[in-house]
């Protein structure tokens, strides 16, 4: 489950000082991977939840990750002083 965290962290750019959150978790025999990105003024948020098979958890923690940043993630971010380059 680590490993499915840490690939939404990668496709973001990011690590522990930026506005994310990352939860991945087994239930009903999927993994089940939740993600936040926040605005740095805790005005916005954008959530996104993807259940998928424990055996491709760095895939689906990929797709979070892209999924954010087809979201908006790159504006918010920016507005807490990161930047992610497009991909």
């Known amino acids: 489950m680590v490993d499915a965290e840490r690939a939404v962290l990668a496709g973001l750019e ?10 991945a978790h087994i239930k009903d025999r999927e993994i ?3 993600a936040c990105v926040l605005a740095a003024d805790g005005s916005e948020s954008l959530r996104v939840r993807r259940a998928g098979s424990p055996r491709a958890s760095e895939e689906l923690g990929a797709a ?3 999924a954010l940043r087809h979201g908006g993630a790159e504006r918010l971010l920016r507005g807490a ?3 992610l380059e497009k991909k």
């Open 14 to 23: 990011g690590g522990c000082q930026m506005p994310v959150g990352v939860w």
């Open 32 to 34: 089940v991977i939740e």
């Open 64 to 66: 979070v990750a892209l």
């Open 81 to 83: 002083g990161q930047n």
